[in-house]
């Protein structure tokens, strides 16, 4: 077995050390301002649900992803509304939806 100082002495090696070094730091970067406009966007997306509803601090706890796929209709159009606020954001208003979860709970608009 190779000991730490030959890693540091082959070329490949270092190379291989310095680039997973790099992504790792890019990453910790990228995370944060992931993190933030994640956020920022639902905030955006809640903001203008909350605008058309007649309760500013509605909830809805029986709605999950395959329901309103299968367009079942949200109880208290909550969920129908993040939905349609969420396609017309998107650049080709054809949403993949293999990357979401809403699954059974509460959730809150306008706290």
Same mark, same amino acid.
């Given at each position: 077995?190779?000991? =730490?100082?030959?890693?540091?002495? !082959? *070329?490949?090696?270092?190379?291989?050390?310095?680039?997973? =070094?790099?992504?790792?730091?890019?990453?910790?970067?990228? /995370?944060?301002?992931?993190?933030? /406009?994640? @956020?920022?966007?639902? @905030?955006?997306? +809640?903001?203008?649900?909350?605008?058309?509803?007649?309760?500013?601090?509605?909830?809805?706890?029986? %709605? &999950?992803?395959?329901? =309103?796929?299968?367009?079942?209709? %949200?109880? &208290? @159009?909550?969920?129908?509304?993040?939905? @349609?606020?969420?396609?017309? !954001?998107?650049? +080709?208003?054809?949403?993949?939806?293999?990357?979401?979860?809403?699954?059974?709970?509460?959730?809150?608009?306008? *706290?």
């Amino acid at each position: 077995m190779a000991s =730490l100082a030959d890693v540091f002495k !082959e *070329k490949e090696r270092s190379n291989w050390l310095k680039a997973w =070094l790099a992504i790792d730091i890019a990453k910790s970067g990228l /995370e944060h301002l992931a993190d933030n /406009e994640a @956020q920022t966007f639902h @905030q955006h997306i +809640y903001s203008q649900v909350t605008s058309t509803l007649k309760s500013q601090s509605a909830t809805c706890t029986s %709605c &999950n992803t395959t329901n =309103l796929l299968r367009n079942q209709k %949200c109880p &208290n @159009q909550i969920c129908d509304k993040v939905c @349609q606020e969420i396609i017309k !954001e998107h650049r +080709y208003k054809k949403c993949s939806w293999n990357n979401t979860s809403a699954p059974f709970s509460k959730r809150t608009i306008g *706290k």
